[in-house]
Nanobody, 115 residues
């Protein structure tokens, strides 16, 4: 099972930017579907962005045009570049790795958008 460690969260003002990183263990990173999910207080966890091994991506409607997911297979790392952040983006952001129906989760990193 792959181990995932997120970093890069923090407090940012509305309109600001943050880049989240997720470092993965193991030698099979390049074939995993990697994703970022988020969970706000009192809400269900939701998919934010995903990137498959070939590089194709998909995004939640709420973040399209503002967030970009990317991966560096040489570094076993997936990134989430977030721009034009809004207060409603406040949540714990989790990294996910999926392969053959089996998924692993990181512990999450807090993102707070507030003035």
């Amino acid at each position: 099972q792959v181990q995932l460690v997120e970093s890069g969260g923090g407090l940012v003002q509305p309109g600001g930017s943050l880049r989240l990183s997720c470092a993965a263990s193991g030698s099979m990173f390049s074939i995993y579907t990697m994703g970022w999910y988020r969970q706000a207080p009192g809400k269900q966890r939701e998919m934010v962005a995903r990137i498959i091994s070939g590089g194709s991506t998909n995004y939640a409607d709420s973040v399209k045009g503002r967030f970009t997911i990317s991966r560096d297979n040489a570094k076993n790392t997936v990134y989430l570049q977030m721009t034009s952040l809004k207060p409603e983006d406040t949540a714990v952001y989790y990294c996910n790795a999926m392969l053959a129906g089996l998924g692993s989760w990181g512990r999450g990193t807090q993102v707070t958008v507030s003035s």
